[in-house]
């Protein structure tokens, strides 16, 4: 009887059903324990006034009803909507022209997306936002370039009101080797007798680019679009490590004054309702992206 009840068990253990149980449950725990219950202990603690060292005492909709009256807020919502519609499609836009460039084969062309890539890899770290600080600096290499062509006086990148947050926005656009794989790879993918015909047609460099290219890349470049947007309004590196949200907020991120409010100024709770509104923004975005995708989205696309 043990016998056949240890066949079967094992039987079981080998069915692709139990295989698949087995193998995500690792993902399935972490993704419980890691996201899932703090998400839930986040959404209780922002309806608490809670600052780590205390308990946390339930205030109903205080922390909501406070944004209302913190200009800090509405003003770090103004930087990161700028910082996220100008730098993504800028970064679409370079990746797009990249991948056409790395499009013909040549012997270089694996170095050279390569060397491409590699800004998507390195840019988010530590050490390139600490690098980048140093470039814009009065004594960095920008202004001694700028100095050398003849410029008299060092500009200011990164204490002026209006360069501090181009410094970050350029810095984004330069991560663009992600976007640029995603081009490359459906670029591959469109037949090239598509162009041949439109070749016989007449049809020059140019029109074949907005007539075939561009309207098959179109599902591509609404993945990105989506997948950019939320790591736009998720940024938080650049503007921690450069300019710490200076001068006068001119910089300072929505995720960045979020942790300040969580970690720096005691207001946990606050933090917390801060970073369930962001979410809430990121969801109305990118149902509008997908609400609009029909509009422009070429639905026989790869």
């Known amino acids: 009887m043990n016998k056949t009840h240890k066949l079967t068990l094992r039987q079981k253990l080998n069915t692709e059903k139990a295989a698949g149980i087995i193998c995500t449950m690792p993902f399935l725990i972490g993704f419980l324990a890691f996201m899932i219950i703090?998400?839930?202990?986040?959404?209780?603690?922002s309806f608490c006034d809670y600052n780590i060292l205390t308990p946390p005492v339930f205030t109903g909709m205080k922390n909501f009803q406070r944004m209302f009256t913190d200009e800090v807020f509405y003003q770090t919502l103004a930087v990161t909507f700028?910082?996220?519609?100008?730098?993504?499609?800028?970064?679409?836009?370079?990746a797009l022209i990249i991948a056409l460039l790395l499009f013909k084969s040549?012997?270089?062309?694996?170095?050279?997306?390569?060397?491409?890539?590699?800004?998507?890899?390195?840019?988010?770290?530590?050490a390139v936002a600490i690098l980048w600080k140093r470039l814009f600096s009065l004594d960095g290499l920008i202004?001694?370039?700028?100095?050398?062509?003849?410029?008299?006086?060092?500009?200011?990148?990164?204490?002026?009101?209006?360069?501090a947050i181009w410094t970050l926005i350029i810095l984004a656009v330069w991560q663009f080797g992600s976007s640029m794989l995603i081009f490359l790879s459906a670029l591959k993918q469109i037949p090239t007798s598509l162009y041949e015909a439109a070749r016989v047609d007449g049809a020059n460099s140019w029109q074949q680019f907005w007539k075939i290219t561009l309207p098959?890349?179109?599902?591509?470049?609404?993945?990105?679009?989506?997948?950019?947007?939320?790591?736009?309004?998720?940024?938080?590196?650049?503007?921690?490590?450069?300019?710490?949200?200076?001068?006068?907020?001119?910089?300072?991120?929505?995720?960045?004054?979020?942790y300040q409010q969580s970690f720096l100024f005691g207001s946990t709770g606050y933090g917390a309702a801060l970073a369930w509104v962001m979410l809430a923004l990121i969801a109305v975005i990118t149902w509008i992206l997908f609400a609009t995708?029909?509009?422009?989205?070429?639905?026989?696309?790869?």
């Open 293 to 302: 995708k029909k509009l422009w989205v070429y639905d026989g696309g790869l």
């Open 106 to 126: 040549t012997k270089m062309t694996g170095l050279y997306r390569a060397l491409y890539y590699l800004p998507s890899i390195i840019g988010g770290s530590v």
């Open 216 to 258: 098959l890349l179109t599902p591509n470049i609404h993945f990105n679009l989506v997948m950019q947007m939320i790591n736009g309004f998720l940024a938080f590196t650049q503007c921690l490590i450069i300019t710490q949200g200076k001068p006068l907020n001119s910089t300072l991120f929505y995720t960045v004054y979020m």
């Open 143 to 163: 202004n001694k370039l700028f100095m050398a062509l003849g410029m008299k006086e060092p500009i200011s990148w990164l204490g002026d009101t209006k360069t």
């Open 38 to 45: 703090p998400m839930c202990i986040s959404l209780y603690y």
């Open 82 to 94: 700028k910082f996220a519609f100008i730098s993504v499609p800028m970064r679409l836009v370079f």
